[in-house]
DNA sequence: GCTAGAATATAGCATATGCTATATCAAGCA
DNA sequence: TGCTTGATATAGCATATGCTATATTCTAGC
């Protein structure tokens, strides 16, 4: 046997110790969640700021989501390809994109979320510019349940 | 020229209706520093997990890293070698990993901002295995100035 | 209708992060 | 000492997300 064996005794010290670490299952999932959302939050990201476009004005092109994103247009066309593969764009050659049904219920969840978080922080005391900054980040890592714990929040502290 | 006339429009358009969309480039700002979290994320969670497992073993080795991260141990060897040439951790071969003291300056700033976001979330409610959770991913997307709100809020819970 | 300029499509490349399969090394035990 | 077994190293592949360069198409204005 290798060095395996300090395995249990590591187990049994940080058990003794106060069990800083977690167990290493949950602590796995935490992880491969976290790798989940950040393969999913760019997806909600278009999908909402292709709403926003459209709501605003009527149409989104790739190269107003590509300056928005801070992207390049040929990046953008990728993504619109996936987007459309997974069903929740259509897209005619040479023409905007638009939501189906199913997209436009994601940005709809995805601008609920946001709005929510970014309430959130600002009703908490962080300033604006920091609220907008660090929710487009966070919006995405949190759970349906911190979410609910959000909105209670923003509801409580609105009306003192 | 093309369709790029309606650009115009749509910002008066929107700043009348209330300027829903922020302004381009900060928005595409929010999105650029969305993606640079992304990429420093992961270095983070390797280099404050290598300092958990030394601090509570002795030693952090590569199967026991990939197991509490919930990846292949050939993957872990692979970041392992980019952390050995940013200069965080140093490794011998076929030995354990350890940290520079770069590397522990990273990982001791990681614990604090991780253990400020999982503090905030419970004391605003959250429950305990929420908190963990969802502390995984929000933490590497909280600026200074929403974990200073966030401390703060913590340390006013507790002494109410 | 043509044409010029803007937008989109496509090709090809780079990097990062995963994976499986397999070779190599280290350490305990017969 | 040599073998077995667990850990690490390495090769090769896949996918996702970026980029630049360039071809194609649309639209507006003449």
Redesign the interface.
């Known amino acids: 046997m290798g ?2 064996a ?2 249990k ?2 187990a049994a ?2 058990a003794e ?1 106060g069990g ?3 167990d ?1 299952e ?10 989940r ?2 393969r999913s ?1 760019l997806v909600d ?1 278009y999908v909402e700021l292709i709403a ?2 459209i ?3 009527g ?1 989104a ?1 790739q ?2 989501i590509a ?5 390049a247009q040929p990046t953008v066309a990728k993504m619109l390809k996936r987007l459309t593969e997974e069903g929740l764009v259509t897209q005619r050659p040479y023409r905007g994109v638009f939501l189906t049904a199913e997209g436009q219920d994601l940005a709809d969840r995805s601008r609920r979320r946001h709005h929510i978080v970014e309430s959130f ?1 600002l009703a ?4 604006p510019e ?5 929710t ?3 919006e ?4 349906d ?2 979410l609910a ?2 909105a ?2 923003v509801k409580e502290a609105g009306k003192p």
């Open positions: 060095r395996g300090a395995d005794a590591n010290e940080a110790a800083q670490l977690a290493v949950s602590q796995a999932e935490s992880f491969r969640r976290a790798r959302a950040r939050e990201d926003d476009l709501a605003d004005g149409e092109r190269v107003d300056a928005r994103l801070g992207v922080l908490v005391g962080v300033d920091h609220a907008r900054l660090d487009e980040g966070i995405h890592h949190v759970s349940a911190t714990v959000f209670r929040f």
